[in-house]
């Protein structure tokens, strides 16, 4: 068994101990779920330690390290041709610092979910199910296994929101659900026509595998999404409406506005724990998806389109941190300033440059940890006192300085000021948007500017 093998489904073994286990024995469930996501993070922490550096680039066969590749799913549909589906996983530079956030974030969760009464045998078993579907999705390279994975994140976050949740919990969880699923039947229309356009170049079967999708020489001849095809769609290009299919389908998550209204609903009403999760990793698999899929399958279509998704990530940049100004909650107001945080990831990788798109995965492992450290802090008081109205805390620090101190230093480092995280991320964006100018490409330098404003 391989090590990304391992890291992915520990949970769920954890899982299967949860459910064995008897109810009565109620604190037993989160010190297994602990005990596990420690191993994970371990993991985790062995494949950063052990990964070649040297081998750079992004969506490149090179670039990817702890691979494993097994024949899955072999049938032969007669006329249609035959169906293959591998079990494929592999990290990269890009993937890598997600997994070992995502292991890191889910700790944090499950430590903030101690004191959890209602159900913990529900919560800490789906809680196990939404940490494996997570892993996978930064793991796997094959389409079809993506997909699953992507799939199966969707019903425990329903769940863990619609049950555990506040006053308001099923009208959050049920237009997240909503949302995600909007998203997620467009994805698969796509998914499928890429399939019936790709085939491995060793067997001459269709093939779901990610890699193979990324290299032009594989697609077939006249194929709906291959680069020579002429078909369109309402006059537009096959190419470029799976494009933007895709980026809409992730954009969800990141999210863009005007595809951001379930965050701050599913952030109020989530648990702490679940509010960590979704701002720590969930909202990063949408800028995993447009950088893994939307740019590495569609690479033409990602230069003739930049100029627009650099302009939704500026308006995602100013809505959100507008908007944040106005909240008296403070789980509303996090909420919007992680879409004008993820409005920089837009940004820097509609940018085209190393530079950009260096920065936009720093701004997404930046955001994590620290937006999972503000929620867990409101967290914190709220579990002692049930308010979040800002105004309800004046005089704070001189009850509680220690966390108060803590606060500040995670507010002023979400905010980007220099020495913090943020600022780095966000500046490596500002500088990749200024120099796509110079290279020829559509993104002008006043998105920069509008950016660091």
Same mark, same amino acid.
């Given at each position: 068994?391989?090590?990304?093998?391992?890291?992915?489904?520990?949970?769920?073994?954890?899982?299967?101990?949860?459910?064995?286990? &008897?109810?009565?024995?109620?604190?037993?469930?989160?010190?297994?779920?602990?005990?596990?996501?420690?191993?994970?993070?371990?993991?985790?922490?062995?494949?950063?330690?052990?990964?070649?550096?040297?081998?750079?680039?992004?969506?490149?066969?090179?670039?990817?390290?702890?691979?494993?590749?097994?024949?899955?799913?072999?049938?032969?549909?007669?006329?249609?041709?035959?169906?293959?589906?591998?079990?494929?996983?592999?990290?990269?530079?890009?993937?890598?610092?997600?997994?070992?956030?995502?292991?890191?974030?889910?700790?944090?969760?499950?430590?903030?979910?101690?004191?959890?009464?209602?159900?913990?045998?529900?919560?800490?078993?789906?809680?196990?199910?939404?940490?494996?579907?997570?892993?996978?999705?930064?793991?796997?390279?094959?389409?079809?296994?993506?997909?699953?994975?992507?799939?199966?994140?969707?019903?425990?976050?329903?769940?863990?929101?619609?049950?555990?949740?506040?006053?308001?919990?099923?009208?959050?969880?049920?237009?997240?659900?909503?949302?995600?699923?909007?998203?997620?039947?467009?994805?698969?229309?796509?998914?499928?026509?890429?399939?019936?356009?790709?085939?491995?170049?060793?067997?001459?079967?269709?093939? %779901?595998?990610?890699?193979?999708?990324?290299? &032009?020489?594989?697609?077939?001849?006249?194929?709906?999404?291959?680069?020579?095809?002429?078909?369109?769609?309402?006059?537009?290009?096959?190419?470029?409406?799976?494009? #933007?299919?895709?980026? =809409?389908?992730?954009?969800?998550?990141?999210?863009?506005?005007?595809?951001?209204?379930?965050?701050?609903?599913?952030?109020?009403?989530?648990?702490?724990?679940?509010?960590?999760?979704?701002?720590?990793?969930?909202?990063?698999?949408?800028?995993?998806?447009?950088?893994? #899929?939307?740019?590495?399958?569609? &690479?033409?279509?990602?230069?003739?389109?930049?100029?627009?998704?650099?302009? #939704?990530?500026?308006?995602?940049?100013?809505?959100?941190?507008?908007?944040?100004?106005?909240?008296?909650?403070?789980?509303?107001?996090?909420?919007?300033?992680?879409?004008?945080?993820?409005?920089?990831?837009?940004?820097?990788?509609?940018?085209?440059?190393?530079?950009?798109?260096?920065?936009?995965? =720093?701004?997404?492992?930046?955001?994590?940890?620290?937006?999972?450290?503000?929620?867990?802090?409101?967290?914190?008081?709220?579990?002692?006192?049930?308010?979040?109205?800002?105004?309800? %805390?004046?005089?704070?620090?001189?009850?509680?300085?220690?966390?108060?101190?803590?606060?500040?230093?995670?507010?002023?480092?979400?905010?980007?000021?220099?020495?913090?995280?943020? %600022?780095?991320?966000?500046?490596?964006? #500002?500088?990749?948007? %200024?120099?796509?100018?110079?290279?020829?490409?559509?993104? &002008?330098?006043?998105?920069?500017?509008?950016?660091?404003?």
């Amino acid at each position: 068994m391989g090590l990304l093998t391992l890291i992915i489904f520990l949970p769920l073994i954890a899982t299967a101990f949860i459910l064995l286990l &008897p109810t009565k024995w109620n604190n037993s469930y989160k010190y297994l779920a602990l005990a596990f996501t420690v191993v994970q993070l371990l993991i985790a922490g062995y494949l950063y330690i052990h990964f070649d550096a040297t081998r750079t680039g992004i969506n490149t066969v090179e670039g990817y390290q702890f691979v494993e590749q097994l024949s899955w799913i072999r049938l032969d549909l007669g006329t249609i041709g035959k169906l293959e589906i591998d079990y494929f996983l592999g990290l990269d530079g890009v993937s890598l610092p997600l997994v070992l956030l995502s292991a890191f974030v889910m700790l944090m969760a499950i430590g903030a979910s101690w004191n959890i009464q209602k159900s913990p045998k529900g919560y800490f078993a789906l809680l196990m199910v939404l940490n494996m579907a997570v892993m996978g999705i930064f793991c796997a390279l094959d389409f079809f296994l993506f997909y699953v994975f992507y799939e199966v994140m969707l019903l425990p976050l329903y769940f863990l929101i619609g049950i555990w949740g506040g006053t308001r919990r099923e009208y959050a969880a049920i237009k997240f659900f909503i949302y995600t699923l909007f998203g997620s039947v467009f994805m698969l229309l796509v998914i499928v026509g890429l399939y019936f356009s790709v085939t491995n170049p060793v067997t001459g079967a269709y093939t %779901f595998n990610m890699l193979s999708m990324m290299n &032009p020489d594989n697609y077939v001849e006249g194929g709906f999404f291959s680069p020579d095809s002429l078909s369109t769609i309402f006059g537009w290009s096959t190419r470029l409406v799976g494009f #933007i299919v895709l980026f =809409f389908a992730f954009g969800i998550k990141v999210p863009i506005v005007p595809l951001h209204t379930w965050l701050p609903d599913a952030h109020v009403e989530a648990p702490t724990p679940i509010s960590i999760i979704l701002a720590g990793i969930l909202l990063k698999i949408g800028g995993y998806g447009i950088i893994r #899929i939307c740019y590495g399958i569609f &690479p033409d279509i990602a230069v003739q389109t930049n100029w627009w998704i650099g302009l #939704i990530g500026v308006i995602s940049i100013l809505y959100g941190a507008m908007n944040a100004l106005a909240q008296k909650d403070l789980k509303r107001m996090i909420a919007y300033s992680s879409v004008s945080h993820m409005g920089f990831v837009l940004l820097g990788i509609a940018s085209l440059t190393t530079e950009g798109i260096s920065g936009a995965m =720093f701004q997404m492992i930046s955001h994590g940890f620290l937006s999972a450290a503000l929620f867990f802090l409101v967290g914190v008081v709220y579990d002692r006192v049930h308010d979040r109205y800002i105004y309800h %805390f004046r005089g704070l620090a001189t009850i509680m300085p220690k966390y108060t101190a803590f606060v500040a230093i995670a507010f002023f480092a979400s905010l980007g000021l220099p020495g913090f995280s943020a %600022f780095i991320g966000e500046a490596f964006v #500002i500088i990749g948007t %200024f120099n796509a100018a110079s290279i020829g490409s559509a993104l &002008p330098r006043w998105m920069a500017i509008a950016g660091s404003i």
